[in-house]
């Protein structure tokens, strides 16, 4: 698989009601959820409506909820919009059943302002009804220039001393993905993308040069990357694995049983078969449990190795090297 060659990623988001770029997204707060609501342009300004009607910008279809709470969902039960003035973003609750925003009811055809990031709960707070917006046109702080074009960061996963992993949406397609940043310690400063050492960044490299050749269902696939030439800030996108890793899952769980395990275990299997079967082989060198996520919540869950490194450059450096079999 190769790095994208996108060279205007605003350009290239995909089209929306006659708009190519949308002003912001809601997700689905369901951990299967791997792709946003794109929100587009309409012939009445940038509005979008939620409810259970048809046709509205996001459809709640009587699958995703249990029915008990699915005849509360008004046809169209609140209206975003997005002021083409001042570019702030407002929720206007259109049902007498509840609306709420971070755990706030906004009251019957009352309007109050919600920002990147604020959770939409339908009905009542902490509903499974609920969404997140996402605003198009924010800026996370101190990242790669090319990263705030392509994606917009929902949130931060994980943050070592080296780098950390965000949630992301991929602009062109709104594909939910998993984004790894690091930057140089040579850069010095406060960075939110913490700093590593050149053994580090030639980890990252290395890294990147080994995923963008693999394709395993088993395998957590690279879906982007890109390094600022002026400051040598990198990210790598990845696939997300949203049901955590497997070390978690034997935390909660105490055990898995005969059948999971050896469900888990032809999977690994497969997927080392296919590194070592590489030429020159690829060796993971840190196989355990942290490393191996998982698809979803699912008993029966697909699992995905992950890629991470030794403690003396990043966590989340990667530790599958290119290179002949050793004793390490």
């Not at 006659?18 to 809601?26: D, E, H, I």
């Not at 259109?94 to 604020?118: A, D, K, M």
Request: with cysteine; hydrophobic share 35%.
């Amino acid at each position: 698989m190769s790095t994208s060659t996108v060279s205007n990623p605003e350009s290239a988001t995909s089209s929306i009601n006659g708009n190519r770029t949308p002003w912001g997204w809601l997700v689905w707060n369901d951990p299967k959820w791997k792709v946003g609501f794109a929100l587009g342009t309409t012939e009445i300004g940038n509005v979008a409506t939620i409810g259970r009607g048809l046709f509205c910008t996001v459809s709640v279809q009587p699958t995703l909820v249990e029915n008990a709470l699915f005849e509360r969902i008004s046809r169209q039960h609140c209206t975003l919009e997005k002021s083409m003035e001042d570019g702030k973003v407002t929720i206007v609750n259109n049902s007498q059943n509840g609306t709420f925003v971070n755990g706030e009811r906004v009251n019957y055809l009352r309007t109050r302002p919600i920002n990147h990031g604020s959770v939409v709960a339908l009905c009542y707070a902490g509903s499974p009804a609920s969404f997140t917006f996402y605003d198009n046109y924010h800026r996370f702080s101190d990242v790669n220039f090319v990263l705030n074009n392509r994606y917009v960061v929902m949130d931060v996963l994980a943050k070592g001393s080296f780098g950390q992993v965000c949630r992301a949406i991929r602009k062109h397609d709104h594909t939910i993905v998993a984004v790894k940043t690091v930057t140089p310690a040579t850069l010095g400063g406060t960075f939110t993308t913490t700093s590593v050492g050149p053994g580090g960044l030639e980890a990252l490299r290395n890294e990147i040069q080994i995923l963008s050749t693999t394709d395993h269902p088993c395998i957590i696939k690279m879906v982007d990357s890109s390094s600022d030439v002026t400051t040598s800030k990198m990210f790598l996108a990845l696939e997300l694995a949203n049901g955590g890793d497997l070390q978690q899952r034997l935390h909660d769980v105490g055990y898995l049983s005969e059948p999971v395990s050896r469900f888990v275990f032809v999977q690994l299997v497969s997927a080392i078969k296919y590194c070592h079967g590489r030429s020159p082989p690829i060796v993971h060198r840190d196989l355990n449990p942290a490393n191996i996520l998982l698809v979803n919540a699912d008993e029966f869950a697909r699992v995905k190795i992950a890629a991470k490194s030794s403690a003396t450059e990043s966590r989340f450096m990667l530790k599958m090297n290119a290179s002949t079999y050793n004793s390490d």
